[in-house]
């Protein structure tokens, strides 16, 4: 039970965590770089999951995958099937969800960056794509690493949002802090203890990797070529 | 890309005419109106802080777009108002080696210089950066990072990586400042080596005037955004005009001054010294009267007596007691008050036979063509 529950959290974790690399990098350095004017607003948007309750944040993405929707309706057509009570749904609530904490991250450690040196770049000829994996990512990797282990821990410590829209089916969206609410509920104390351990170990192990990680000087622990 | 050598430089010219404004929230606005054109070598770029030397470089460079103008190198336009044209920084071939330098910390030596060679196959790259890192004579630190060498060995560095790519245009935003005199020459000197094999427009920016002798083919003097003066070293310094070029041409004396009286006759005018009762005999000139002038007079050209002097066809002599005596390396720097306070500069010799020392009573005398009027541009 506590290993079919801890493979689906960490394949949940891995996904979303993939995800949100690909998808907070560009919006990071947008959000670093970008001299639009409405940029605040979509800070804002993404900043929102930090503050909302994920009953909220939940029941908004159930109902935008659900039949009723023209979201839920494309995809059933697609795959035959609706994404509520499935871990691809899981997927899409636990990516926004964890959003921010992979892009605020990104973001600062990019606006970080010099801009002088991005002049620079340019100045030798480098076109904005080359400036970003020259110079902005490789200065900016502390935050990157940050970004990408906060949101692979905020994923598997999540409870609200998976419970509203996985629902608690064993082996398809039952993640582990799902089951330990299953087993308080069951009033199974002792098998509660021993999953809640589990999770509190593996959260505070992923955090000592990354605080001791950062602890050291950027260019000396990834020796990029 | 590479033209050669014997290519005239005509064909290197850049010419600039632009205008930009910075509305500012205090009412006042700065504006940068410029035109000119520059050819193969030194082209010292003067002015003091705030006089938009920077700005006109990010212009050329295309880090700031002008309100309306036209940049070219050669007959490739760069910029153009009228036809909407721009060409981004990193296609424009402009060398600029930015004032904070701006090496990239996490790449060695050798990676920052091959940084701009990026459509070079690998061995072409290592032989142009060996060649550079060798003519500007850093080959030994090819492994190094920035963070690991000196700051005259970064500037080497930040103008190799320039250079490497043969840029079209160089441009330099006060590059040297931090170096001693001794290292500045030295790297000028690598730097002009260079240029005799490549011929093209250097533009370097300074408001320090020693590196306008030392280095400039020509000057353009930049004042409150405008182009004060222009040409050889020679002929901008001679006839100053303006404040800029007086500081640049070297007046350590510069004093506001009203019209007091012109004389046709004698072709003088009397002038009194704002802020004090001290009258002197300047030039004649045909400059406004109604508005302030300014004389300016090198600390040189000051003769300092002992005794009341006679007999003499300076028209200015003035009485004032020495207030300081300074000497830096072999010049004494002597601050007399006459009312107003002058600078006058004289051997340590002249010292000794003088026993100048503050409080002595002096004379000072100087021609009325050694008061050179200026007045402001703006």
Known sequence: MIIQALTL??????????????????????????????????EAFVSLPIVLPPTVL??????????????????????????????????????????????????????????????????????????????????????????????????????????????NIPGATQTVSVLIYDQVQALDYAAANRTALLLLALCFALLTILYGLRRRSAWNVWGWK | MEMSASTPTLDRQLSVRLRKSFPSSGGASFTLEVSFAVSAGFTILFGASGAGKTLLLDCIAGLQTPDEGEIAIAKTVLF?????????PNRRSVGYLLQSLALFPHMTVAQNVEYGLAALKNSQREARCGEVLESFRIAALAQRRPGEISGGEQQRVALARALVTRPHVLLLDEPLTALDAATKARIVDDL??????????????????EEVFAFADN???????????????????????????????????????????????????????????????????????????????????????????????ARNVLYGSISSVEQRDITVIAKVNCGAEFEVHLTPGARQSLHLEPGAKVWLVVKTYSCHVLQNGG
């Not at chain 1, 996904?15 to 607003?41: D, E, H, M, N």
């Not at chain 1, 039949?67 to 749904?89: D, I, K, M, N, V």
């Not at chain 1, 080359?130 to 690493?145: A, K, N, Y």
């Open chain 2, 219 to 313: 000057v353009i003097v930049l004042e409150a955004g405008q182009v004060a003066a222009q040409g050889p070293p020679h002929n901008v310094l001679n006839r100053p005009q303006s404040e800029s070029v007086a500081q640049l041409a070297g007046f350590e004396n510069i004093f506001e001054c009203a019209v007091h009286d012109s004389h046709p006759e004698q072709g003088t005018m009397t002038c009194r010294i704002s802020g004090s009762a001290l009258q002197i005999e300047v030039p004649l000139t045909r400059l406004d009267a109604a508005r302030p002038l300014h004389v300016g007079i090198r600390a040189g050209d000051i003769l300092l007596a002992s005794v009341a002097p006679q007999g003499l066809s």
């Open chain 1, 58 to 167: 939940g029941f908004y993405v159930l109902v935008a995958i659900g039949p009723l929707s023209p979201f839920g309706r494309w995809y059933q057509s697609l795959t035959g099937h609706s994404l509520a009570f499935t871990f691809e749904g899981l997927v899409v609530g636990s990516v926004l969800y964890s959003l921010p904490f992979a892009v605020q991250p990104m973001a600062v450690s990019f606006s970080s960056v010099d801009r002088k040196l991005l002049d620079a770049s340019a100045l030798l000829g480098a076109s904005p794509w080359r400036t970003f994996w020259r110079v902005v990512l490789p200065l900016g990797l502390p935050g990157v690493l940050t970004g990408f282990v906060l949101s692979f821990a905020h994923t598997l410590g999540e409870f609200g949002v998976v419970l509203m829209i996985g629902g």
């Open chain 1, 9 to 42: 959290t960490l394949r949940l974790a891995v996904v979303v965590s993939a995800i949100l690399l690909a998808v907070g990098l560009p919006l990071a350095y947008w959000l670093a770089f970008s001299r639009q004017r409405w940029k605040f607003f979509i």
């Open chain 2, 80 to 88: 153009d108002s009228q036809s909407r044209r721009s060409v981004p």
């Open chain 2, 192 to 209: 002009r080596a260079w240029n005799k094999r490549h011929q093209i427009p250097i533009l370097y920016v300074t408001h320090d005037r």
